[in-house]
């Protein structure tokens, strides 16, 4: 299985942060950094940007 490259952090003021497991640093998306998010909305990101990239590597195919 290939490894997630994306995944989520609690901040201590109780937000939440998205960032890159491969290079540690926080997610930029259209030019805003994924940080002080709800749990949701991170959640929500972290699936998006796992997805896009397994496709981008060829690991995971669009269903029909």
């Not at 960032?19 to 749990?39: H, I, K, N, R």
């Not at 981008?56 to 669009?62: H, M, P, Q």
Request: proline share 3%; glycine share 10%; net charge negative.
């Amino acid at each position: 299985m290939a490894t997630l490259r994306y995944d989520l952090g609690q901040e201590v003021d109780g937000t939440w942060t998205v960032y890159d497991v491969f290079t540690g640093s926080p997610t930029l998306v259209l030019e805003m950094f994924g940080v002080g998010m709800s749990a949701e909305e991170a959640n929500d990101l972290v699936d998006l940007l796992n997805n896009q990239d397994l496709r981008r590597r060829g690991r995971l195919t669009r269903s029909p």
